[in-house]
């Protein structure tokens, strides 16, 4: 197939280009380099499966070539990157998405967008299952990219609906590994990174706070699972572990054999206390689950940051 991804610099476009790539699908890859970087994307140039085309998805698309999929994972998506860009973050999942749901249309091509757990706010409901409606400030800082996800949404599901456009959804929870960008500020880089440099590990707020992790393979498989389906509803792609940030920087401090210590800064304005996903509709539609545990991705993760810190 030929398939669009939006945001292919970055972590997540990357690592499904690279997928897809492998198993001879055709990618054209669009990016602006806001947050993503050309390291990761470095090994496919010579590809002639694929095509970087440097875009904004802010302004229209036309492309020549036939297209089966669009997948739009552009957009900043740690809290520093949104937080520094958040006209960029609110125009990329508004008009950037209006103008690739467009593009599918002229196409005839399904479209999937990468939506977020960060729908869900500060949850009150737990764990959040998909028919939750979330818990958002939507004037507060973390509103440029909670809000933005939740008017994607909304606006893929006016197409599906309008238009009759094959359409998906998925809503990723924590997802870490390869090709993370070490100062992109997500937690799991920054203690990663801390810990390899020795520099003192940031906690925010008492470290009580919950996540869950799930390794960037399993996202990926995940997302392939959806592409099969003609399901229109969102879907959560997440692992249902759940660890407190200070249990996870305990590990961190573990698996790297760091002397690291670990300090506590104030908690970020509207910072979730909780995080885990109900993934049942993902079992029972996809038949997915993660099957990579926190340790054993942690172990992935420092050795690719390893081998990017020596450089």
Same mark, same amino acid.
């Given at each position: 197939?030929?398939?669009?991804?939006?945001?292919?610099?970055?972590?997540?476009?990357?690592?499904?280009?690279?997928?897809?790539?492998?198993?001879?699908?055709?990618?054209?890859?669009?990016?602006?380099?806001?947050?993503?970087?050309?390291?990761?994307?470095? !090994?496919?140039?010579?590809?002639?499966?694929?095509?970087?085309?440097?875009?904004?998805?802010?302004?229209?698309?036309?492309?020549?070539?036939?297209?089966?999929?669009?997948?739009?994972?552009?957009?900043?998506?740690?809290?520093?990157?949104?937080?520094?860009?958040?006209?960029?973050?609110?125009?990329?999942?508004?008009?950037?998405?209006?103008?690739?749901?467009?593009?599918?249309?002229?196409?005839?091509?399904?479209?999937?967008?990468?939506?977020? !757990?960060?729908?869900?706010?500060?949850?009150?409901?737990?764990?959040? !299952?998909?028919?939750?409606?979330?818990?958002?400030?939507?004037?507060?800082?973390?509103?440029?990219?909670?809000?933005?996800?939740?008017?994607?949404?909304?606006?893929?599901?006016?197409?599906?609906?309008?238009?009759?456009?094959?359409?998906r959804i998925v809503?990723?929870?924590?997802?870490?590994?390869?090709?993370?960008?070490?100062?992109?500020?997500?937690?799991?880089?920054?203690?990663?990174?801390?810990?390899?440099k020795g520099e003192?590990?940031?906690?925010?707020?008492?470290?009580?706070?919950?996540?869950?992790?799930?390794?960037?393979?399993?996202?990926?498989?995940?997302?392939?699972?959806?592409?099969?389906?003609?399901?229109?509803?969102?879907?959560?792609?997440?692992?249902?572990?759940?660890?407190?940030?200070?249990?996870?920087?305990?590990?961190?401090?573990?698996?790297?054999? !760091?002397?690291?210590?670990?300090?506590?800064?104030?908690?970020p304005e509207n910072?979730?206390?909780?995080?885990?996903?109900?993934?049942?509709?993902?079992?029972?539609?996809?038949?997915?689950?993660?099957?990579?545990?926190?340790?054993?991705?942690?172990?992935?993760?420092?050795?690719?940051?390893?081998?990017?810190?020596?450089?």
């Amino acid at each position: 197939m030929n398939i669009v991804i939006s945001g292919v610099c970055g972590f997540i476009g990357s690592n499904l280009a690279k997928r897809l790539i492998a198993e001879n699908h055709t990618v054209i890859g669009l990016d602006n380099m806001l947050t993503g970087s050309e390291r990761n994307i470095e !090994s496919l140039m010579t590809n002639p499966n694929f095509v970087f085309v440097k875009h904004d998805v802010i302004k229209p698309i036309d492309l020549d070539d036939d297209i089966d999929w669009i997948i739009h994972l552009a957009s900043p998506a740690s809290p520093p990157k949104y937080l520094t860009y958040p006209i960029e973050t609110l125009r990329t999942n508004s008009e950037g998405t209006r103008n690739l749901l467009e593009l599918a249309l002229k196409k005839n091509a399904r479209f999937l967008y990468s939506s977020t !757990s960060e729908v869900y706010g500060n949850p009150q409901v737990h764990p959040q !299952s998909e028919d939750y409606w979330g818990n958002v400030n939507p004037i507060g800082p973390r509103s440029v990219y909670d809000e933005a996800k939740r008017y994607g949404e909304a606006l893929v599901m006016a197409y599906n609906r309008k238009f009759n456009l094959s359409t998906r959804i998925v809503r990723i929870f924590n997802t870490y590994g390869p090709g993370m960008d070490p100062d992109d500020g997500r937690v799991i880089s920054n203690f990663v990174v801390q810990a390899l440099k020795g520099e003192p590990i940031t906690v925010y707020g008492n470290g009580m706070q919950t996540r869950s992790f799930q390794y960037i393979d399993d996202l990926i498989e995940g997302i392939l699972k959806v592409m099969e389906v003609e399901f229109y509803e969102p879907i959560n792609l997440g692992n249902p572990e759940e660890y407190t940030v200070l249990e996870l920087a305990n590990k961190v401090l573990q698996l790297t054999k !760091s002397k690291s210590t670990i300090i506590f800064k104030p908690l970020p304005e509207n910072d979730p206390e909780r995080r885990k996903p109900n993934i049942d509709r993902a079992k029972k539609i996809l038949g997915w689950e993660p099957r990579v545990d926190l340790e054993e991705g942690l172990k992935r993760t420092i050795n690719y940051f390893k081998e990017l810190l020596n450089r």
